[in-house]
Every structure is written in structure tokens, then in C-alpha cells.
């Protein structure tokens, strides 16, 4: 019997994982205290602006502090999921500047400024939906090397798949996966340099040994992908 596809990358990201250095460890340990503290710290000092900005538009006092709190819930998950980041720094920015700008009198009150405060939660329940999608099942082929994988998964609790089950249209949600698996509709193998690359253009930290467990997940479920020449000698 073969294990699903997803388990077989699973273990052998983790089995990729663990042979990185402590140092490195220890440097991921610390960027991501450290981006977390900027998005907290960032969270408290734009709250002011995005609540008043819905007292502004009209919304009570209750109700304008949902504002902030749509808005934090947002860049929360993006920050968890690693994607939209950009898109939620920018609507802060706009929330926080529009605000600013009502209260020194540089811009007043007007119905395009109101619906577009009105829009603020539809558009933030929409994304964040979005976003938490990004960790389910893929409907239409097999998912393979889910997000938020962890070490306390019980992937023992998965059925197994049988070794004569059809090949089916592999599905990646990981965004590391999302970014490195393109690269190989080249017809060449990617060299790591290549998938740092491609992980700083969608917006993730080129760490190298993400980067290589991240093919290794991707070869474990497309095995046909690792008879591939390698692109430092294609």
C-alpha cells in the first residue's frame, strides 16, 4: 500500500528541516519574533486612525471599532498564511491616511468616502475567507503538502492510497510549493538559488533549506519531476 502523496512530502520536508543548522533556527526563531512584534506594534498604533475614520463616516462608537478589528483580523491572517501582506499594509495605510486627513480638515465627509468605509468588512471577511481556504483540501485532484503542517498531526489518522489508485491532478495549497512548482515546467530541475528567487518574488523569506525541502515535497508527490536534468547542467 503507498501512503498519500502529501504524507510521503511531509516526511521528507521534515526529514529536510531537521538538517538545518541551529543556526539557522535560530535566525528563523528571531525574524519571526520579530515580525510579529512589528505587526503588533503596527496594529496598535493604526487602530486610532482606522476607528476614528469609521466615526467619521457615520458608524457608532461600537460599531466604528469593528473597523480596526476587521482590519487586524486580516493582517493576522495574512501574516499567518504569508500572503496578501502587501495588500493589507496598503489598506492601512489608505484607512490611516484617509483618517488623518478628515480630522485636519484636508478632506471632508462625502458619499465616496462613506461607502468606501462601508466596504472595509465585506471586503476583509471576503479575503480572510480566502485566505483560510488556502489551507483545505483542493477539490478537482489530490492535495499535496497542506499548509500548517506540524510535527503533532496525526497523518496516521489519513487512509492509505491504494498503489493502483489512478494518477490524479496533484494540487499544491503550500504557498512555498505554490512559488517553487512552476519552475519546473521548463523541463529542468531548479537549482536553489532559483527557488529563493522565486520565493522572494512571491513575497516569502528565501530561507535556502525551505527552498530545498519545498522540492523535495514537490518530487515526492511528482516523482517523474526528479529524473528531470538539473538546471546548473541543462
Not at 8 to 36: I, P, V
Not at 59 to 70: C, L, R
Not at 146 to 165: C, F, I, K, L, Q
Amino acid at each position: 500500500m503507498m501512503a498519500p502523496c502529501w504524507m510521503a512530502g511531509l516526511g521528507a520536508s521534515r526529514r529536510a528541516e531537521a538538517g538545518g543548522t541551529k543556526a539557522d533556527q535560530r535566525r528563523s526563531s528571531r525574524f519571526d519574533l520579530l515580525s510579529w512584534a512589528a505587526l503588533l506594534a503596527a496594529i496598535v498604533v493604526t487602530a486610532s486612525g482606522e476607528y476614528q475614520l469609521g466615526v467619521h463616516a457615520g458608524f457608532g462608537s461600537w460599531i466604528a471599532a469593528g473597523i480596526p478589528a476587521a482590519l487586524d483580523v486580516y493582517a493576522l491572517r495574512a501574516m499567518r498564511v504569508r500572503r496578501d501582506v502587501m495588500a493589507v499594509v496598503f489598506a492601512m495605510i489608505a484607512v490611516n491616511g484617509l483618517s488623518h486627513l478628515v480630522s485636519t480638515g484636508l478632506l471632508r465627509v462625502n458619499v465616496p468616502l462613506v461607502v468606501a468605509v462601508s466596504a472595509i468588512a465585506p471586503l476583509v471577511f471576503w479575503r480572510v475567507h480566502l485566505l483560510a481556504s488556502a489551507t483545505t483540501v483542493v477539490t478537482g485532484g489530490e492535495v499535496c503538502a497542506a499548509d500548517d503542517v506540524t510535527g503533532d498531526d496525526d497523518v496516521a489518522s489519513v487512509p492509505e492510497r491504494p498503489s493502483d489508485a489512478p494518477t490524479t491532478p496533484v494540487s499544491y495549497t503550500n504557498a512555498v510549493d505554490l512559488a517553487i512548482r512552476p519552475l519546473y515546467d521548463g523541463g529542468l530541475r531548479p537549482t536553489t538559488k532559483q527557488m529563493t528567487a522565486a520565493m522572494t518574488n512571491a513575497g516569502l523569506e528565501p530561507k535556502e533549506s525551505t527552498a530545498r525541502a519545498a522540492r523535495i515535497r514537490i518530487e515526492a508527490c511528482e516523482p517523474h519531476l526528479k529524473d528531470r536534468p538539473s538546471a546548473l547542467t541543462g
